[in-house]
């Protein structure tokens, strides 16, 4: 079973002195909410840092009072209003090429600034495009814009901004809905601990408002095992950036 045999390897690399370095990213935070709270109880008791991607359009001082007591949370920018401009049956995509580009820049203008001006030191200058797509041409003018990086799904290419993504989705969108299977999710973050190729760290991308009973469960194990393991290191988007 993959839960097993990521302990081992995990023990394996303690011995060896080698480290797995994890991050965390979760999507489409507006308001604080139950699910939210449950979110921040877990990745605090756990130690775990968290970059919460909030959506900037509706969001304002509530999420931001309760957010600012919780020094292990960054922001990062969610487009602007999680809104898809595409055509069906083309995937769901607000930053595209769709509308003129000066109105996505602007859109994406407002929302750094308007997250930053509520945060202050919690705010980074990362952009989390809603559904994990963005157009090249987009991501070419995001330094203009004042953004230092990027973050969408699947392994790192060059940009013109730094990137640092997220691997390993609990959600299962195209099938249950729900949170997929553990033994699935396990023997992912395996695969990429065990390549040849591998990632500087594992991002996990969690959507609070969506998670089931499997999806918390899934969390609540994988915190159990890696947060205090000596091969396994939790990092903050910002020390990951910084480096
Ligand atoms: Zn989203």
Known sequence: MSETRLMALLDHWADGGRMATFWLRDDDAVVP???LDRLLALTRDAGVPLTLAVIPENTDEPLKQYLQPEPHVSIAV???SHRSYSEPPAKNQELGLHRPMAEVLGELRQG???LQALYGPQFIAMLVPPWNRIAPEIVEALPALGFTS???FGRE???AVRVLNTHVDIMDW???RGGRPAEDLFAEILSYLESDRPVR???VLTHHLVHDDQAWAFLDRLFALTAAHPACRW????DLLGA
């Open 157 to 159: 290419k060059p940009a």
């Open 112 to 114: 750094f600034a308007k």
């Open 235 to 238: 990092a903050s988007a910002p």
């Open 33 to 35: 909410t139950p699910a």
């Open 150 to 152: 990027l973050s969408v």
């Open 201 to 203: 760290a594992i991002g």
């Open 78 to 80: 969610h487009g602007w």
């Open 174 to 176: 195209h099938g249950t």
